[in-house]
């Protein structure tokens, strides 16, 4: 690990220097790349430095233990001895931290796809509360949503939405998200006062840049009609709705939320786009890695990750065992406390791998 951040830091030093040579200045794109890669950097190369100063520190008051002699001056080294073994241990922890391979997906935009599951309805209903649950978690980190389609629940709520979520870190978080969430709750259709259990889907995926999906336009077959609305009816009179099915997959999308066709086929064409990355993703993945439990969100959907349970204000995070009494706060938006937990653990999963625990 040493040679390796004694490598990083020389790097991060060379990168400084051509950065500050004219000779680059010219060249944007190498500007850029060169203004990322130092940027990335950055972190490890802080806390390396930390950590080489409170090692010397830590061996300046070790030599005052085993040489000194003034009892006031061996007391005080003591405290410091202590308080900087601890520091060191925590930055040799993060120093690994910042060493593991990073998720490439991190600093993409998402795309979030929320479908109501078993329950009628009430997964209905849910569906709307966990898009609005993640559109004011978004807004909290200023984030940008933007609605790329729906299809309306006829008692409110929604049978899928799908949307594009821009912001800095976006995916890094919101891929905790994927697989199935669970409701208990009584509906307000619920004359007898049941609880009743419903499901809804979450599906995160990063979003596709052109140059990562070529898509060969004779492979797709683009169907044009009328949109409509809930139960059926025709909300304008022209073939504005975009149907986009990709022949070799098999994969469909459809789009209707915009009065221009153009749009609507432009909205279709993203969303595919990520489909195809993430199953080009998934095919790389099970090539390379059969295990695949410490990639956090690469699961299989169908697993059940939440429940979110209303007549206990209870949410409970499956995966770790982590049960809160703050649903209110959760639905809210507030889901920095299932989703800081599930980075600890899935962070200390990956390092018992680096380590051989």
Not at 286 to 301: F, K, P, S, T
Request: aromatic share 6%; with cysteine.
């Amino acid at each position: 690990m040493w040679d390796k951040l004694t490598e990083v830091e020389r790097r991060y030093e060379e990168i400084a220097r051509e950065l500050s040579s004219p000779e680059v200045h010219g060249d944007r794109e190498r500007v850029t790349q060169l203004t990322k890669e130092h940027k990335d950097l950055s972190d490890v190369v802080a806390t390396y430095r930390a950590y080489q100063k409170a090692k010397e520190e830590f061996e300046g008051s070790k030599e005052i233990l085993a040489t000194g002699k003034d009892p006031e001056l061996l007391e005080l080294a003591k405290e410091e001895f202590a308080l900087l073994e601890k520091e060191l241990e925590g930055l040799t922890r993060d120093l690994q931290l910042l060493l593991l391979p990073k998720d490439p997906n991190d600093d993409k935009n998402v795309i979030l796809e929320i479908r109501a599951g078993a329950g009628g309805d009430e997964a209905g209903i849910f569906c709307g509360d966990l898009f609005r649950m993640y559109t004011r978690y978004a807004e909290d980190r200023n984030w940008k949503v933007d609605l790329l389609g729906a299809s309306e629940a006829s008692s409110g709520g929604y049978k899928e939405v799908i949307a594009m979520v821009k912001g800095a870190g976006a995916f890094s978080r919101l891929k905790y998200e994927r697989g199935v969430h669970r409701v208990q709750r009584v509906p307000a259709t619920e004359t007898q006062g049941r609880i009743h259990t419903s499901t809804v889907t979450v599906a995160v995926l990063p979003e596709a840049e052109d140059v990562e999906i070529d898509i060969n336009e004779s492979e797709l077959r683009i169907d044009v009609y009328r949109s409509s609305g809930p139960g059926g009816q025709s909300v304008n009179t022209t073939d504005s709705a975009v149907r986009i099915t990709h022949i070799p997959t098999g994969i469909v999308v459809a789009m209707q939320d915009e009065k221009s066709q153009h749009k609507n086929r432009e909205k279709a064409m993203k969303v595919l786009q990520a489909r195809l990355y993430e199953r080009m993703q998934a095919e790389a993945d099970a090539e390379r890695q059969a295990d695949r439990r410490n990639q956090v969100g690469m699961g299989d959907r169908s697993e059940k990750v939440r429940t979110y349970n209303y007549p206990q204000s209870r949410v409970t995070d499956h995966r770790i065992g982590l049960t809160l009494h703050s649903l209110d706060a959760v639905v809210n938006g507030d889901i920095d406390q299932i989703v800081d937990p599930l980075i600890s653990h899935y962070q200390a999963e990956a390092l018992k791998g680096v380590n051989g625990a």
